[in-house]
C-alpha cells in the first residue's frame, strides 16, 4: 500500500510539470504573436574632427639651456674635465679637477660673483648641412653645473664642486658660460618656406618620438626664429636606399611610404645656419634625415 501511494504522488508530479510546461509554451507564443519586433540597425554618427593643436602644453624655456651649439674651435679648445676626485662618474658634491681653466676665465666670461660653469658634453659627430656638407657645428648637451673650489697656480689645476647635475658627468666633458634662457616670444607658423633635413635626432640612435629633441640643417639664416613651427615629412630617397638594403638582406621590403606630414617640430634654439627643436604629436618614428619645412 504505501508503495502504491509514492507511485501515485510520482505520476502526479511528473504529470503536473508536463502540465506546467505546455501552458508556458502557450503564453510565450501569445505573447509572440501580438508584440511587434523591429529590427535594430546600429549606426556611426559622423562628425568633423578638429585639427589637432601641434601647441606643446609647457614652458619651453628651460630647454633652451640643454642644448649648445659649439663652433669646431670652441669644441676643441673649450677647458675639459681631466680627472674624477672619487667615482667614474662625478654627482652633486663631488669634486672635477679641469687644467687652463684660470687662464681662460677672461675669454669665457663666466659670471665672477658665482663662480659657477655649466658642464657639457660634446656630440661626436660635426653637423652638417644635409645639400652642400658644409660644417655647421658640434651639439653639445648640459649634464650639469659646477663651483670653482680652489686654484692650484703651480700645476694650473682648477678645483671645482658639481652643483647639479642632470646625467653623469664624465673626463672629456666640457665647462661653459652659464646660458640663460632664451626667450620664445611666440609659438607661430611662418609664412615663407624654408625646406631642410634633420641631420640629428638628439639622445636616440635611430629615431625620435613625440617630446624628444632634434637638429635641422635650416636656421636664422633661412628665416627662422624661435618657436617656429617645422612639418616633417619622410625623406624617399632614404627610403629608396632603405629598399635596397632590405633586400639584399632577405627581409621584409619597406614600401616607400607617402609626403603626408608625419609630425611637427618646435624650434627652441634658432642658429645662423641650424636649429633645436621638440618633436610635436608624431603620428610615427622621426628618423634622422627625414624632411622639414615651414609647410
Avoid: C, W
Amino acid at each position: 500500500m504505501r508503495n502504491f501511494t509514492i507511485i501515485t504522488k510520482v505520476v502526479i508530479g511528473i504529470v503536473s510539470v508536463a502540465i506546467s510546461v505546455s501552458s508556458l509554451n502557450l503564453v510565450n507564443a501569445e505573447t509572440n504573436s501580438t508584440i511587434k519586433t523591429k529590427k535594430i540597425s546600429p549606426q556611426i554618427k559622423k562628425s568633423k574632427v578638429a585639427d589637432t593643436d601641434n601647441t606643446p602644453q609647457f614652458d619651453l624655456k628651460p630647454f633652451t639651456v640643454n642644448f649648445r651649439l659649439l663652433t669646431e674651435d670652441e669644441n676643441s679648445s673649450a677647458p675639459k674635465i681631466y680627472k674624477l676626485k672619487r667615482n667614474l662618474s662625478a654627482q652633486e658634491g663631488n669634486e672635477i679637477l679641469v687644467k687652463d681653466l684660470a687662464g681662460r676665465l677672461k675669454d669665457l666670461e663666466y659670471d665672477a660673483a658665482t663662480s659657477i660653469f655649466a658642464i657639457y658634453r660634446p656630440q661626436t659627430e660635426l653637423y652638417k648641412q644635409f645639400s652642400t656638407s658644409d660644417a655647421i657645428g658640434f651639439g653639445a648637451l648640459k649634464v650639469g653645473t659646477a663651483k670653482i673650489k680652489s686654484y692650484h697656480q703651480a700645476t694650473d689645476i682648477t678645483t671645482l664642486v658639481v652643483e647639479k647635475n642632470e646625467g653623469e658627468i664624465l673626463i672629456n666633458d666640457l665647462l661653459l658660460p652659464v646660458e640663460n634662457n632664451t626667450e620664445i616670444e611666440t609659438i607661430q607658423n611662418l609664412s615663407s618656406e624654408a625646406p631642410g633635413v634633420i641631420v640629428d635626432t638628439i639622445q636616440s640612435i635611430y629615431s625620435s618620438a613625440s617630446y624628444q629633441f632634434v637638429f635641422v640643417d635650416i636656421g636664422s639664416d633661412q628665416g627662422l626664429v624661435n618657436g617656429a613651427i617645422l612639418k616633417v615629412r619622410n625623406n624617399p630617397s632614404y627610403y629608396s636606399e632603405l629598399i635596397k638594403i632590405t633586400k639584399k638582406r632577405d627581409r621584409e621590403v619597406e614600401k616607400i611610404p607617402s609626403l603626408d606630414p608625419i609630425g611637427t617640430i618646435v624650434l627652441i634654439k634658432v642658429y645662423p645656419k641650424g636649429s633645436y627643436g621638440i618633436i610635436t604629436n608624431a603620428t610615427t618614428n622621426i628618423r634622422k634625415f627625414d624632411l622639414v619645412n615651414t609647410k
